[in-house]
Structure formats: structure tokens, C-alpha cells
């Protein structure tokens, strides 16, 4: 603990100590909020989550049971966690696992469902104990809004209709009659409809023309049922893409409401990304430029986007980023199960700064994954469950929900440098809630200094903030089945306003949460 407490005032992190000696003071960063001149909102659903049928995410992870042979129930405390992250929607089934999943495999008697072969993941047997009306009951239990993706890779027209139909349908209809004998009277109202996942990949290796046409095709038989209208989001780019985006645009940004961007963040090539605790500081580094960079990517995709669609009426969502580490040793290869440090806290809190600075595109996304995969809010072990510092920073973050976002000019932003090249260290987001209230989360990047933040409040009074932290002691601080509250949120006593103006003393790699009033 004295180690820690000398290392925070020295501001460097207990794991960083020796090189302390290289640091010099860092100057102050500083930003300007302008308080008086919110325009956009922060859509909710930038905050989504990402559920596919993969290693032990839906089994295991939120639905378990007591015998092989008994039938699946949700996991209580997943339940009441994901609650507090008030979690807007969900993107289910997929995935890559979307483009080889057929929806009637997954309704009706438990008993008379087929099993099926996860190709994608691991090639384990998947009996569809959790299908349509499971998911649907998820949905319902954590207040959150459904997200289906479509099987265009290996699926047809009439399928993707019949399953639209079997959701949404209010009156009588082969596939309402369907559903009601399986219990549920009520549509459930699916309005986010993913047309495939990754067709320029595993959902058909296709070629955007190609693949708009068949946008085109499937979409046509998606009609309104009652009130719910389809809000159809195509398979947006890979990364920078540009070509993909401009042709989908030009082909078929009429038919669609969303387009469906994916970015992950690696610390080094596919094959060595290397670990996900207990990794250098260049791979820190590398990881932070990584995550950062999808802020070019959606500035270069929403002018393309405006091109075709100057009036912002299609939705640019984020449908799958997040880091991708090795797998945890010892673990299945295909259940891409990582631990999960500061480094993804940060990782976190960065991108959904971007994302919310974009929200007059950016509308959406889904961090990859909810449970047990890739960056996950939530890891299991049998009736264990912990909070990784990714769930974390989600919490901070619901302060922005809806909120309107109110701009920030960043003056000087700081340099993390490391290798002779250099990110900005700090990172923000200022909004105004319902209730009038502003929030401000800010991060700083830098694993080894801490910073002092200068912050001016425009066209706004404010007298105090206060609020929370997520530190750690290290730059892999982490919570393991053993040491569960390694990385808590702890309330925040560095943030003071003098004169209307707030100065912030940001420790490394932290998150900070405040309300100013
Ligand atoms: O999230 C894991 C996989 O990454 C998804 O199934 C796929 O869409 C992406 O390539």
C-alpha cells in the first residue's frame, strides 16, 4: 500500500517505478467545454453490447444449468450486473456464428431442436438450447432492446422473412401461430435488423456490389408488421475500408438506416498479439494507437457517408470493436477467453470518447463481447462471477446515455510519448443530462505520468465536481476469481474549481467520472 501511495503522488504506477527516473514533469493539459453550445446527442446506443454463440458467452457465461440434461436459465447475478450498465441492446445471434445460424434450429420444444456444429468456434456441438424466445427473454429481464442479425451468408430471402415475421408479427400468420404455440402471444418488436455480419469476410466473402445487391433482395421482404418499421443496418467496412463504404453508399444507402463499422484493437499483427495481462509498455502503446485510430476512420467514412447522405439520415454503427488479445493459456483457442486489465479499461473509455465526440453519425455499437469473450464486461468461472474494469468504465460512461454531448476544444491534449512517437495522454467527454446536470469522464493514457488537467467551463457556472476513479495499480491491474476488487471504481478527491475553472490531477492510466454542478 506505501508503495502505491508513493508511487501515485510521484505519479507513476507501483509496476512502472523504475522508470520514473526518466520522467520529467509533464506540463499541464487543457481543454475548453462549451457548455452553451450542445447540439447532438449521445444515442444510448453507442453503449450496446454484443452476445454471439461463442465459447462460453450464451452457455456458461449468462444462461447455465444444472445437469446436461436439464434445460438453460439465466444466470441471476450476470442478470443484475448487465442491469446496472443499463444496457441498450444487445447484437445476437452473431457473429460469423449469424451467417451460419438457421433461427428454426432454435424454437419450439427444447427436446426437438437439433444440434448443430459451431464451425467458426472451436467446431463444438451447439444444441440450441438458447434460440428466439431465450434471447427475447434476456432482453426483457435486463430492459434492453433486441438486435437480431440476419443469415445472408448461408441463409435465403424466405428465411430472414419468416424469422422478421415470427418476431414482429401482431396478428395471425404462419409464423405469429408459430410463436404463440411456443408461448409468447405479444411481438416482441425487433426493429435493429443486421443484414449478415462481415460478408466481405465469413458472411460470404463477397464484393460490395455483390453484396448490395443482396442488402437489396433480403431487405425488400422485411415489411413493417403493426408499428415496428425495420431499421436495417448493413455489413459496413473492415477497419479503413473506404472503397466498401463508398460502394455500399452508392449502391444501396437508400434502403438501409445503419451501417455496421468494425474495428479491434491489436497490440501487434494477427498472429503475436501478444498477452492480455502482463505485457510491455510497447505493447500498450501499440494497443492505445490501435484504439485511437478508428477516429480517422469514421471522420474518412462519415464524409463518405455524407456524400450519399448528406441529411445524416443513416446510422454509423461501431457493431463490433474492442481489444483482441491472445487467449488465456490453458484456455480453448476458438473460445477467445481473455483477461481483461487497465489497458482495456482505457481502451474503453477512449473509444466511447470518440464515439460520443462523432454522435451526430455515430449512433451505435457493440463492444465485443458481453461475457466471457474478448473484451468482456463480465468473466465466469461455475458460480463465480467478476467485474473486469472494462464493466467498469461502461458504468461511468451510462452518465452519457441520451445526454447531450457538449463540445470540447481540446487546447493542449498532452503527449504520451513513447519510441519517439506520441498519442494524445488525455482524453474526454463533457454532456448534460435530463436532469441539467453535466458530466465530464476524462482519461489520461499515459502509464507513467500523471497529469494535471486545466479545464474551462464556457457559458457555464459551475462551483464543484465530484465523482469516482478507476486506476489500478498498474498498467495490468486486473480482477481474477481470487482477487476479485483488485480494480474498483474509488471515489475521486482530485478534481477542484476555482473561479468557475476546474483543474483535474489525473493519475496514469486512469478513468475519472464527475458530475459539476
Ligand atoms: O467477435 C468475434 C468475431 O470477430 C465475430 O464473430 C466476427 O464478426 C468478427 O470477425
Known amino acids: 500500500m506505501f508503495a502505491r501511495l508513493v508511487a501515485l503522488v510521484l505519479g507513476a504506477s507501483v509496476a512502472s ?78 457473429g460469423c456464428f449469424a451467417d451460419t445460424y438457421h433461427w428454426r434450429d432454435g424454437v419450439g420444444p427444447r427436446e426437438q431442436r437439433p444440434s448443430i456444429v459451431n464451425t467458426n468456434w472451436g467446431g463444438v456441438t451447439e444444441d440450441n438450447g438458447v434460440g428466439t424466445n431465450e434471447y427475447m427473454a434476456l432482453i426483457k429481464a435486463i430492459g434492453a432492446e433486441p438486435y437480431i442479425v440476419g443469415n445472408i451468408g448461408s441463409g435465403t430471402v424466405q428465411e430472414m422473412h419468416d424469422w422478421w415475421e415470427y418476431v414482429n408479427h401482431p396478428g395471425s400468420s404462419p409464423m405469429a401461430d408459430l410463436r404463440r404455440r411456443n408461448g409468447q402471444d405479444a411481438p416482441f418488436d425487433v426493429r435493429f435488423w443486421g443484414m449478415g455480419n462481415e460478408a466481405w469476410g465469413c458472411g460470404g466473402n463477397m464484393r460490395p456490389e455483390y453484396y448490395a445487391d443482396e442488402l437489396k433482395r433480403y431487405g425488400t421482404y422485411l415489411p413493417a408488421y403493426g408499428a415496428t418499421r425495420p431499421f436495417r443496418i448493413a455489413v459496413g467496412p473492415n477497419d479503413a475500408d473506404y472503397h466498401w463504404m463508398d460502394v455500399l453508399m452508392r449502391e444501396a444507402g437508400r434502403f438501409i438506416q445503419g451501417v455496421d463499422l468494425h474495428h479491434y484493437t491489436l497490440a501487434g499483427p494477427w498472429a503475436a498479439k501478444g498477452p492480455a495481462t502482463g505485457f510491455s509498455e510497447a505493447q500498450w502503446f501499440r494497443s492505445m494507437k490501435s484504439a485511437l485510430a478508428i477516429d480517422e476512420m469514421i471522420t474518412r467514412h462519415s464524409a463518405i457517408m455524407d456524400k450519399y447522405d448528406p441529411r445524416q439520415r443513416v446510422a454509423l454503427i461501431v457493431g463490433e470493436w474492442g481489444t483482441w488479445h491472445d487467449p488465456e493459456p490453458g484456455s480453448h483457442p476458438g473460445f477467445l477467453y481473455q483477461q481483461n486489465t487497465m489497458r482495456d479499461a482505457l481502451v474503453a473509455s477512449t473509444s466511447l470518447d470518440i464515439f460520443n465526440k462523432h454522435a451526430d453519425r455515430v449512433r451505435g455499437a457493440n463492444i465485443a463481447q458481453m461475457v466471457n469473450v474478448l473484451q468482456a464486461m463480465i468473466l465466469t468461472q461455475g458460480t463465480q462471477m467478476i467485474l473486469t474494469p472494462t464493466y467498469h468504465v461502461f458504468e461511468f460512461y451510462t452518465v452519457h446515455h441520451d445526454a447531450l454531448l457538449l463540445p470540447i476544444t481540446m487546447t493542449r491534449a498532452g503527449a504520451y510519448t513513447f519510441d519517439r512517437d506520441s498519442l494524445p495522454a488525455i482524453s474526454a467527454t463533457a454532456s448534460r443530462d435530463r436532469g441539467g446536470v453535466m458530466h465530464l469522464t476524462m482519461s489520461n493514457i499515459d502509464p507513467r505520468a500523471a497529469r494535471t488537467v486545466i479545464v474551462d467551463i464556457a457559458g457555464a457556472a459551475v462551483t464543484s465536481a465530484a465523482g469516482r476513479i478507476l486506476a489500478g495499480s498498474s498498467m495490468d491491474a486486473y480482477n481474477s476469481f481470487e482477487h476479485p476488487d483488485v480494480v474498483t471504481p474509488e471515489p475521486f478527491t482530485g478534481a477542484h474549481v476555482a473561479n468557475g475553472r476546474l483543474t483535474v490531477m489525473l493519475p496514469p492510466h486512469a478513468v475519472v467520472v464527475l458530475a459539476l454542478r
Do not use: C
Request: proline share 8%; glycine share 6%.
Open 17 to 94: 517505478v523504475p522508470a520514473l527516473a526518466a520522467q520529467t514533469a509533464q506540463p499541464a493539459a487543457e481543454f475548453t467545454i462549451h457548455a452553451d453550445q450542445g447540439r447532438d446527442t449521445i444515442s444510448r446506443h453507442i453503449y450496446g453490447q454484443f452476445a454471439e454463440h461463442l465459447g462460453r458467452l450464451i452457455y456458461d457465461g449468462v444462461w447455465t444449468r444444472q445437469s446436461p440434461t436439464a434445460p438453460w436459465q439465466m444466470r441471476q447475478d450476470v442478470v443484475d450486473a448487465l442491469k446496472r450498465l443499463e444496457v441498450p441492446n444487445i447484437r445476437w445471434p452473431g
